[in-house]
């Protein structure tokens, strides 16, 4: 019998859960290189958007999308 592929659909913006572990993990793409990269590995799956959230604001400044709101961030716009 034949299935059709299933697409994940994920709450947030770049985090994936690893098949074997179940780890929620967080990946950005960066255009500038084209590839890929890997932000770790989290129990949470918050904690994952939480670092692509970062991620992204660190690559692509505000004009990124964020899992969150830009506000949660305030603090840490200081050091980017």
Known sequence: MIRPLEVARYRYRGV??????GRW????WVKATGKQIYLG???LEEHAAEA???AALKC???R???NF???KYVDLMSFM
């Not at 994936?16 to 572990?21: F, I, K």
């Not at 993990?25 to 950005?28: L, S, T």
């Open 64 to 66: 990124g999308k964020t």
């Open 60 to 62: 692509k400044g505000k």
């Open 69 to 71: 709101p830009i506000s």
């Open 25 to 28: 993990e967080a990946h950005i």
């Open 16 to 21: 994936t859960r690893h098949r074997r572990s």
């Open 41 to 43: 590995g989290y129990e």
């Open 52 to 54: 692509y959230d970062v």
